[in-house]
């Protein structure tokens, strides 16, 4: 993305996580939506995927009660961009 002046843009890029399915549906469904429409690049994470995914979102399935799968997917993430 470039700005109006033709400098190069940096996408603002938000990560959802909940346990419960929370990316996937109720208030953390909401959240990334509202990012995504926002202009935000989204991944969402929870055990299991929405079936209604938009343009702007992805998703990993990640159960974040399991620590160590959590923390494999936690730095296969953060080796695209720094988050915290």
Do not use: N
């Amino acid at each position: 993305m470039t700005t109006g002046d033709g400098r190069e843009q940096v996408q603002r890029h938000g990560k959802v996580a909940g346990t419960g399915h929370r990316a996937s549906r109720g208030i953390g469904r909401a959240i990334m939506r509202s990012l995504a429409e926002d202009d935000y690049r989204v991944t969402g994470l929870a055990r299991k995927r929405p079936a209604d995914l938009r343009d702007g979102e992805e998703f990993h399935c990640v159960d974040l009660t399991d620590f160590e799968s959590t923390r494999a997917m936690i730095t296969e993430l953060a080796a695209e961009q720094t988050f915290y």
